[in-house]
């Protein structure tokens, strides 16, 4: 079983190949709204080396958001396409979910207007609502926290997991489409705390 994973949501180009339980390649390459322009060489180039096609890919997992408004698109829309076409299996996953891992933590990704996604974790499952916060708002609560994604925008360091090891390891979350066509992004625009009066 060949299962190819792709997050394009934030400021990684991250690929996996997964064959049943081992990862036998990887992409993790910043490349901040150039994702559309690297996906398919990074893909042909991972492929290749394997020794595989396109048509040796079994299933697809992939981001949902939040996170660009472009960048989640990409991924999904490269995954439905060939889903569809292949009658084959797409998943997803929460973004900052697989940006978490295992680990107890909070992720915290720019959401730009001095705004973050975020949401705490403990042992890959959430332990509260994502959200859009202020980053002012925050600033009291991450102090003592793990914070993996945009740590600068909390005077920390700026840190990202290994993807490609988080898609397997959170294997039993990834959530089956049941119709292709009906996989939307989520970005948390609608949620009440995007809109606190400023």
């Known amino acids: 079983m ?3 994973c792709m997050d394009t949501s934030h400021i990684y180009l991250s690929l996996a190949l997964i064959r049943d339980d081992e990862i036998v ?4 390459e910043e490349c901040w709204k150039h994702q559309s322009e690297e996906i398919f060489p990074k893909l042909e180039e991972m492929l290749s080396k394997l020794s595989l096609k396109s048509d040796d890919i079994d299933q697809i997992v992939i981001t949902k958001g939040p996170g660009s408004y472009t960048g989640v698109r990409i991924a999904m829309t490269i995954a439905k396409v060939f889903c569809s076409m292949t009658n084959k299996p797409l ?3 929460p973004t900052m979910l697989l940006y978490a891992g295992m680990e107890d933590c909070r992720v915290v990704l720019d959401a730009r207007g001095k705004r973050i996604y975020t949401c705490a974790y403990k042992n890959g499952k959430a332990v509260e609502e ?3 916060e202020y980053i002012a708002d925050l600033e009291n ?3 003592d926290e793990k914070i ?3 740590g600068q925008l909390f005077g920390k360091e700026t840190y990202y997991s290994n993807m490609a090891k988080n898609f397997l390891l959170l294997k039993n979350e990834w959530q089956k489409a049941e119709n292709v066509h009906l996989v939307v992004p989520e970005y948390l625009k609608s949620s ?3 809109n606190i009066h400023r």
């Open 130 to 132: 994502e959200r859009v």
């Open 25 to 28: 390649g990887e992409v993790q």
């Open 192 to 194: 009440d705390a995007y």
């Open 91 to 93: 998943y997803t996953l």
């Open 148 to 150: 993996i994604g945009d």
């Open 2 to 4: 060949i299962t190819l």
């Open 141 to 143: 609560t991450v102090r």
